[in-house]
């Protein structure tokens, strides 16, 4: 089977001005509110990626109407969905295939939502549950795709998360859409609340009192426009390696700054990061700011706790950060990091392994003591983008030459990731593999 490798030099420093590719959660959430909503909706600076690309070409099998005037600039004829002639493949995204289950749980028509071995293995009950206890039809082998979803009549609940879970939280936000009654998520900690921005933008009555988040169906949604702003978890492997790779100063422009997606830049700030925040605004109900990295002497710091549901999809690269940081980190509370694309707590440690790192792996969480040296390695993406792309950045700090194996899959959320690196100054050469 074909593959790629891309090839790391380290000791050159990262300089310059960039801007990363459109906010994941948000363009997922453009598409899939668009097509419920009763008129047009534009939206511009879209990711064009693959987990989104899944979600769009899914909901163009439920007959939605979606015209594309470049790659990230699209126009959506939302209102009605339609039964799909097949089912809907969301490949690697787990965040689509989520959401789409808790709108497609009030249509009158069946669905089946599924996607790759990876996304088959991805854990489904936590959003099964309470879709059924909202009287949802939906079924999957031991709870996990491929699901499938028949009409049913859906009624409001109060539904207490044990795990702060932007993907459940919004999976019975959405299925609320239909139901009839208000339904309640109560939240054990903050998640994060795109949906609820969006949905309020769309004329949606939400109301979030502490931890409670109401809705109460509308009869219909409104059209919007969407300017994405530039995804924080995308712009966290710059802001990492502008901290870690000697003399460098990185400006990341238009950043989406959502308290509910910043833990990382807070926990930057507390390890001594010379990191700051200009020209803030606001964009698509979500605030944002351009960064300014430069290098940084870190130092450990203990994590956990909610700032763990904040700064989720950051830990791989966060890594780097501890093993370059003088003194000790830990961090607990994060077992979600099990259950992503892969099991992020391990393949890492397994990955760092190879470069010469000591880690030592928790079960919900890991703990490193700084300051270490890397040794360059030949190292797998795993076929996650978070490890590949934070495999990437390890290789700009080790001695020597680092090879990373599959690293097209970072363009499951960073189109274009290694052009980015090289256009700041690294010397990174991107080969495929027959």
Partial sequence: M??????????????????????????????LFGALAKGITQVRYWLAAGDTEATLASTRQLGVNIERHDEHTLTIHGGELHAPTQPLNFVNAGTGIRLAAGILAGQAFESVLDGTEQLRRRPMKRIIEPLRLMGANIEGADDKAPLTVRPAKLKGIRYPMSVASAQ?????????????????????????????????????????????????????????NVNVPSDFSSAAFLMVAGCIVPDSEIVIEGVNLNETRTGLLDVLLEMGADITVSE???????????????????????VGGETVVRMIDEFPVFMLACLMAEGETIVRDAKELRVKETDRIAVMATELRKMGAIIEEREDGFKIAGKQTLKGAVVHGNDDHRVAM??????????????????????????RFPETLQALGADVVLEALS
Wanted: include cysteine.
């Fill in 168 to 224: 459940v939280k919004s999976a019975v936000l959405l299925a609320g859409l239909f139901a009839e009654g208000v339904t309640e998520v109560v939240q054990p900690g903050p998640a994060r609340d795109h949906t609820e921005r969006m949905l309020s933008a769309m004329g949606v009555k939400i109301e979030t009192e502490g931890e409670v988040i109401r809705l109460t169906p509308p009869s219909h949604l409104n059209p919007m």
């Fill in 390 to 415: 934070s495999m990437s950045i390890a290789g700009l700090i080790a001695e020597g030459e680092t090879i990373v194996i599959d690293i097209k899959c970072a363009s499951d959320s960073f189109p």
């Fill in 280 to 302: 803030r605004s606001m964009e698509a109900g979500e605030e944002v700011g351009t960064l300014t990295i430069r290098t940084s002497q870190l130092k450990g710091v203990t």
């Fill in 2 to 31: 074909a593959t790629d490798k891309l090839t790391i030099k380290s000791h050159q420093a990262l300089k310059g001005t960039t801007r990363v590719p459109g906010d994941k959660s948000i363009s997922h959430r453009a598409i």
